[in-house]
């Protein structure tokens, strides 16, 4: 060999091949930091200043094991290529290249003393060896060929006439891919350890079929010419061997065909062909059926290959050859697997295919990997770029029968009475304190008590069941929120901070009645914003009886008509900070999947309900209220939650309101969710940090105007640490604000200048000020220019659409008023540090 040959052969072959190796051992190490970094999980190894800024390094480490198995392989088919252009192969020193190769169009004849040459050097390494098994056993032309006479003298080792000769470049090409698989093969590169034994003969058409000698060429990157048939054992998958099968010479026809090991031989599960002789030796069965030529013109002394492969446990270490006994009789079993092979370039297109689909499969890995055996279940979901259609037909199969379910368990009794509220100051949240008395405002009779139980205990046998399943279409996710009237312009300047954060998320815009939907905006404004609009009043047409609704009902029977399988439902007032795609992939949405957020005040249940509910009434210092202004759930996992949040909602103003809340602030749906939550035994996950109200100054203190929450996943964080900053605020950095809730007042451009209980635009003397500058420490965090790109999007919206909305159509000025606003604010004055 040339210097060439002898660099590449010993130098770059194996460096390649144990770098690619080091690689994937890397690919393993870092598929759980990978994962760890997803889920956020080092946080439990790694004080809290550490985790936050180690989470790039751990998402850079799995970026670049995908790069590095990447370039392992690319690198690896590479030099295995280059090795077969240099006549080189992982073999002994015996079967090295001869340094003359026989020209192409020699004819068969001539051929015969190089093949003699190659035996002599085969037998001669087998010598040397003490292998008989390598020897040739019977007689007929025996030789060793290499890769580049194969090349040459393919079409005449299959075709001796020469009629019908393979194009040279598709030879090689097939014996690349060959090579790479016996590379593979032979390194016990396998994902599925199970010992196969196969074996691979050459026969002939039926026609020819006695004519053809047992020990001709067979598949040049396993064996070289041999006697009877070749079999050897490798810890090899079925996947690899059907590739085998699809690598195999164009004008070859394959069979592979499953069998089984008994005892000490191997004794295939297929009859006995009826057109072979009953004296004839055969050493590997074919199928039940001849095996058709690939095309018209083949000669009758065209050969095929036969693949047989069987569960085995005899211990071939390498490649020999097997000589089965003869078969008397027919053989017992049914023939257990049979495929044919294709032509060659369906056989490209399947490789090329598989390509595409390990590499996407490699990306995905490295965004989306499981760890089992920490119990976390990770969901591939799909994010369309633009809604998805809501399937009214699907909605209104689940809702006519679930609407009389409603019905048939609606409460009977009259409606509790309140004597006084629950006022703040009783229901104030206190952590620290195990002291704090329950509100008692509730009046309602025993007999009332334990028959709004019956019913409900009944619902939720139901709920149970399993028979009502909301309908959601598989593997989608968005956003959700309600709308109508003069909360469109409201939700539009949200919508368009949403877009303005990087979310892409579709979202569903659920309005009550068809009066409310208004043409230019569901069918121009928002589809330009991803967003549709979904009208409620239609679904609830398709049920025998009707329902009515309002206010506080709309949001339940909007998550439940949602056809997204994981969601966030937003107000209409409300928007994230940051892109709230990235809360669905990591804790605690991952494992619980279902977020609510806190209320400021304690949750104020009374008595009669954890009665009616079959539960013990908790501390009341337990857990904080809820605000539902944001609520993150999957319908796939909490469908019984849904449900009984429906029941608790359509009887909500007379009997659950009154019940779940006694009066407190922001009565209404707040509380429904997780309650239902709760009395399912459905997981879910309250986030702990307290919310924060922000506004600006004002002689009787802060005039709040909107509010803040926080970051689940880092909240998640914090607490799995065991540090609950909800109990002291200096145990660790709170984490980063993600959402804003302008709930006082709505922040509509055409009215937020008119008169409010508290005026968030002008301070005391009726100065336009900025409505967000305290507390100083909750401004900063939110980051630089969130109000100023809010007012910009009021602005826009105020101009652009400014006789666009129904509920703006009789006032005058909306666009001017906004200028003169941004103008006095956002250009003359300097702001504040």
Known sequence: MGWASILTYYVVYPVVLFSNIAISILSLVTAPLIELSSHMLYISLLPWHL????????KFFGVAAVIGIAT???????SSYICLLLNLSPRTEAEAVPKRLPKRKQSWEDEAPVKSEWATQFVNASDSKDDSSWRSSQPGPSGLRSRRLMDA??????????????????????????????????????LTPRNYAVCLQRTGHPSSLM?????????????????SCLC???????????LLSFCVQDDFVSRLVYGRHVTERVQPLIERPAWLDEDTDVDVLVSASPPPPRSRDVNDNQHSLIITTWKTTIPFNRAKVLFLSSRKGKQNGPLTKHISMMSLRTRLRLAVSAGIVLILLLYLSNNNWTVPALGYHKTLVHAPSKPIENSPQLHASFWSAFQPVLERYAPTCQPPKKEGRADTSEIGFHPERNDQKRPDHIRMPAADVLSMKK?????????NSGRHRPYYAPSTRGLVSTAGGPYLPVLTVSLRMLRNRGCSLPMEVFLATNAEFEPYICNQVFPALQAKCVVLENMFKTAPKGISISNYQYKIFAMLFSSFEELLFLDADAFPLHDPNELFHKEPFSSGKMVFFPDFWASSAAQQYYTIASLPAPNMNKRASTESGEIMLSKKHHAKTLLLAAYYNLYGPQYFYPLLSQGAAGEGDKETFLAAATVVEDDFYQVSERLRAIGHRSPAGLAGSAMIQFDPTEDYVLTQKGLWRVLNDSVAPPPRPFFVHVNVPKFNPATIFGKHP?????????????????????????????EKQFWSEMKWVACELEKKFKSWEKIE?????????????????????
């Open 51 to 58: 985790s936050t800024k180690l989470e790039p390094l751990f």
């Open 72 to 78: 392992g392989w690319a690198l690896f088919l590479s």
């Open 153 to 190: 003298n393919a079409a005449s080792l299959y075709d001796p006439s020469g009629e019908h000769r393979s194009n040279n470049t598709t030879v090689r090409w097939q014996y690349f891919f060959h090579y790479c698989l016996y590379t593979l093969l032979r390194t016990d590169i396998s």
């Open 211 to 227: 004519e053809c000698q047992p020990d001709t060429f067979v598949f040049d990157i396993l064996v070289p010419d041999v006697p």
């Open 232 to 242: 050897w054992s490798l810890p090899v998958s079925p996947a690899a061997l059907l």
């Open 455 to 463: 019913l409900h205990t009944d619902f939720v046998v139901e709920a």
């Open 758 to 786: 508290i005026d968030p635009v002008r301070d005391h003397t009726g100065k336009f000020i900025r409505p967000w500058s305290v507390p100083v420490e909750t401004i900063k965090l939110m980051g630089d220019g969130i």
């Open 813 to 833: 000025g909306v666009c001017d008023n906004m200028k003169k606003y941004w103008n006095e604010v956002f250009e003359k004055q300097q702001p504040k540090q």
